[in-house]
């Protein structure tokens, strides 16, 4: 038997914090690295999360993210970051083998 553990496709994204105002989090945004294609959000993090993993693109696909820092009271959104493209790549783990063999009698 051979069995291997495939990780979800991700992309993962860091980012520093340039900001030197009060804000609550970030907003990340994701599009499909074809010509045409719209941005449409992710996920959301905390002002202190500088990274987040992208696990719900498609193995092989390529997408293009941004981020803006948001702030709740009163409600602004900063302008987006430079645009940051990859690949989604599902990562296996080495597979493990099992063998079995009869004991002597």
């Not at 907003?27 to 500088?50: D, F």
Request: aromatic share 10%; with cysteine.
């Amino acid at each position: 038997i051979v069995a291997a553990w495939a990780q979800a496709a991700t992309i993962g994204l860091t980012w520093q914090d340039s900001i030197n105002t009060t804000h609550d989090g970030y907003i990340l945004q994701r599009r499909v690295n074809m010509p045409g294609s719209l941005y449409a959000e992710i996920g959301r993090t905390t002002k202190t999360v500088l990274g987040f993993a992208d696990t719900t693109g498609i193995d092989g696909q390529s997408y293009c993210y941004h981020v803006a820092a948001f702030r709740l009271t009163p409600a602004q959104v900063s302008p987006w970051s430079n645009e940051a493209c990859g690949t989604a790549i599902t990562v296996l783990v080495a597979p493990l083998n099992l063998f079995w063999a009869q004991p002597a009698q």
